[in-house]
């Protein structure tokens, strides 16, 4: 009997969900609370439709502890997995340790106010969490979660020592929108204006936003740009594998969506600091997130395909290697199955897996875990059979730039 809590109505929240549904010998009961009730049950409705189950719906604001404490005792899950939004994360861990249950997210901590994502604030609830026996699993997403468990596997059976390390992240997809972020708008945003930043001989290097391109020619989608950017994994990479002397990031925009977001940031828009307006306090990304389409409303119309992953040169006995794990997702298909485009569902899909492996006990443990502390082989295995199959190329050499 394995109870979940799940928090969260968005498009990652809806593919986990489902995918929950359709593993009901791991998942035996499923509560979906969300700050609007509505969002809980169009998701409850087409995961009966789709699956035949029945799960439960609540209304919940997150960032209120004492009520998320309160739904935690009274459920008594095994595991809550956190599908809100990155500001929740450290109130629903209170909630866990005050509830007594285990906890899972997809994204690091972020305060409102400032546009900084980093491990800190989480890892600082290790002993809290030790010393109740409970789990936190951080980051159980795409990437950061399968670019961090393909590292592991990397390490575990391609190569014996990893030099350096190059996570590739494309969305091939066209949603029809002139513009239109495909997750959390006010979340991506932040993401993709902050500075570049890569590990490189144990210090950060930093660069402007969006400065630095490479074409890449990816498999089933054909030649992209893509961009040097920092992104969270790259913190619990270098930290957790200290061999590996460089670690980059690369995300891949049309030039679209960039000069939408220039345009954008020219004017204003994606400020996070409050501006008076007739009289009123509001946040300029916040107003733009309300204009911009949701990103769970793209699924009918997104075409295309996603391809991430991880590219990594060592050595494996004693010569120098390249190896490209990789997972390529189609959009179409992603809707067809749970009713949501591909980039919630390499999110949603590496959630589930991980809330599996907690629930069943293959993943285990007390404290603060990242994806690439624990075993990477049956969350490999897991990931081929739940619709997100991957493949291992060996390439002749190593990135030319
Ligand atoms: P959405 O914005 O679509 O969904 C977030 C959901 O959380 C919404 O239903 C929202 O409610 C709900 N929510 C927001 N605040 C609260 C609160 N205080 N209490 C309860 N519920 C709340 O986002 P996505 O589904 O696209 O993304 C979900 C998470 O996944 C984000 O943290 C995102 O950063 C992460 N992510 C991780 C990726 C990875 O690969 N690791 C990739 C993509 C996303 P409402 O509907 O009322 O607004």
């Keep these: ?44 409705a087409s995961v009966l439709a789709r699956t035949g189950r029945v799960i439960d719906t609540v209304e919940l604001d997150a960032d209120d502890v004492a009520a998320t404490t309160a739904l935690i005792l009274a459920l008594k899950p095994k595991l809550v997995v956190n599908l809100a939004l990155p500001y929740q994360d450290l109130n629903i861990m209170e909630a866990c340790l005050a509830g007594g249950a285990n906890y899972l997210d997809t994204a690091n901590y972020e305060p409102r106010d400032e546009a900084r994502f980093e491990y800190g604030w989480q890892w600082a609830y290790q002993d809290r969490f030790k010393a109740a026996g409970l789990m936190a699993l951080l980051g159980s997403g795409f990437d950061p979660g399968v670019t961090s468990v393909f590292t592991g596997y990397t390490r575990k059976h391609l190569l014996d020592v990893i030099d350096t390390l190059d996570i590739l992240d494309c969305n091939g997809g066209d949603h029809g929108q002139p513009f239109a972020t495909n997750f959390n708008p006010e979340i991506n945003i932040r993401e993709v204006t902050a500075p570049s930043r890569h590990w490189e001989n144990g210090t950060w290097i930093e660069g402007p936003a969006l400065a630095h391109k490479q074409v890449f020619d990816f498999d089933q989608v054909g030649p992209r740009n893509m961009y040097l950017m920092y992104h969270e994994e790259l913190e619990s990479l270098a930290n957790f594998y200290p061999e590996i002397k460089r670690i980059r990031f690369w995300m891949t925009f049309g030039d679209a969506y960039l000069k939408h977001l220039e345009v954008l940031g020219n004017v204003g828009m994606t400020r996070i600091d409050p501006v008076m307006f007739e009289g009123r306090a509001i946040v300029p990304l916040q107003f733009l997130k309300a204009l911009l389409p949701e990103p769970s409303s793209l699924g009918p119309t997104t075409r295309g395909k996603t ?41 949603g899909v590496p959630a589930m897996i991980g809330a599996a ?21 049956p969350f490999m295995d897991m990931l081929g059979k739940h619709g997100l199959p991957w493949q291992v190329h060996d390439l002749p050499a190593p990135l030319a730039f």
């Design 1 to 44: 009997m394995s109870r979940v809590l799940v928090i969260g109505a968005g498009g990652v929240g809806s593919v986990a969900v489902h995918k929950m549904a359709m593993s009901s010998e791991i998942f035996s009961h499923i509560t979906l609370a969300s700050r609007r009730r509505e969002k809980c049950d169009a998701i409850a």
């Design 307 to 347: 391809n991430i992953g991880t590219i990594a040169t060592g050595l494996k006995d004693g010569m120098q290697k390249t190896v490209y794990i990789n997972n390529v997702c189609d959009h179409e298909a992603a809707y067809a199955e749970t009713g949501n485009q591909a980039i919630s569902y390499t999110t």
């Design 357 to 377: 492996l907690m629930v069943t006990g293959k993943w285990s443990g007390a404290g603060v875990f990242n994806m690439e502390q624990l075993d990477p082989d």
